[in-house]
Structure formats: C-alpha cells, structure tokens
C-alpha cells in the first residue's frame, strides 16, 4: 500500500486527497510541512500581504509585464541570496547547481498559477485534518527554517500521536537539498520500520 509524500503547502492536498481515498494509504512523509499560514509568526507579515495584494493588482492590469518580471526576478542570483536569508536554503551544505534548477523549476511557473496558490497559502488551515490524521508519519524540520519553524513542527508532533520527528538543526526550508543522502535515508528507514520497503531493497541502497 502506498505511502504519501508532501512538502510545505502540499500536505494540505495530501491530507484531501488521503480523506478522498484513505484505502489507498498506509502513512505519510511530512517534510518542512505546515497546517496553517506560515507568516503568521514573521514580524513583516502585514508588510508581505500588502505586497502580495499590490502584486495581484498589477497582474491583473498587466499580466505579460508582471509574467516577465517573474521569471526575470525569480532567475536573479540575488533572489537565491535573499531566499536563503529567511531560511529557503542553507548555501553552505547546498549545491548552488541544485539551487539553480530549483529557482528555475519556480521560475518556470505561470504566475497566474503561484498568486492562486499564495492565496491558498496564506488561507491555509488543515488542523481538522490533522487532529484525525490516525495513519504512521515520518516529520522531518530544518533547525534554520525560518518559515516552518521549529516550534510549527514540534506543534503538529504533538498533533500526530503516530509521528515520528526528526529534526536537522542545519537544515533549511528545502532540507532535502541540503541533506539529501540524510533526508533519503530517514525515509527509507521509515519505510522499512514500517514493513512498507524490503530490508533487501535499503541495503541495496546503501551500497550504491
């Protein structure tokens, strides 16, 4: 039976779509996972909706413009360094290659498409669903993530009596570039503890 992957904002469709089909899913995989809107907590988060509303108006009066400026301004090397300022990436353990293939994947994106998921974003609320989310969880947090915090983790910890929290205190929003062999192998330990992935299978794993 498979299990569910979701990062950030996804577990929010993870959980929709686990109550949809619950007979298809035997657990879940949280990474730097949220239940409610992450700004919140951030002191700029009036100044961040404000934009966010003066953004959408621009879109709507020129939506070409503001498409080239997204995918120009997305691309430039100091929207990676801003980024990681607020805990999007760690540069030290990160690869500046795999940075680049990611701010280009975000760049790439209509967006049309990233201002509905903002709104969904920052409408954001699954604790319904996670108060009676019952199924065996794996949660893995970023110590330097400065958007799904710490105290936000250890939050939906004691929400998911079934969940096991790891924590990577140099880990940033996307732990898993800046750890991958060690977010893959917290998975793939889950998986096996779980009965889900042949003992076989990881050692095969490990020795490749």
């Not at 035997?26 to 409610?36: L, P, R």
């Not at 959408?56 to 929207?79: A, I, R």
């Not at 940033?172 to 060690?182: A, K, M």
Request: hydrophobic share 40%; net charge negative; glycine share 4%.
């Amino acid at each position: 039976m498979p299990r569910s992957w979701a990062t950030a904002l996804a577990m929010k469709y993870c959980f929709k779509l686990i109550k949809k089909r619950p007979e298809l899913f035997a657990g879940a995989v949280f990474v730097s996972a949220f239940f409610s809107n992450p700004f919140e907590h951030l002191v700029s988060k009036d100044i961040l909706r404000e934009a966010f509303v003066y953004i959408k108006k621009v879109y709507n009066t020129s939506p070409n413009l503001l498409s080239k400026l997204w995918s120009v301004g997305v691309s430039n090397p100091l929207s990676i360094w801003l980024s990681s300022l607020v805990g999007g990436f760690n540069l030290e353990k990160t690869s500046l290659h795999d940075i680049e293939i990611y701010v280009q994947g975000v760049a790439n994106i209509d967006v049309r498409v990233f201002i509905t998921l903002f709104e969904e974003l920052i409408q954001h609320d699954s604790l319904d669903e996670l108060k009676s989310f019952d199924l065996p969880a794996l949660l893995i947090a970023g110590g330097k993530d400065s958007l799904t915090t710490i105290d936000s983790q250890e939050e939906i910890q004691e929400l998911l009596p079934s969940c096991k929290f790891h924590n990577m205190p140099q880990g940033s929003h996307c732990l898993q570039l800046d750890f991958p062999e060690t977010t893959n192998k917290l998975i793939e330990d889950f998986l096996e503890q779980s009965n889900y992935l042949p003992k076989k299978h990881t050692q095969e794993l490990d020795n490749q």
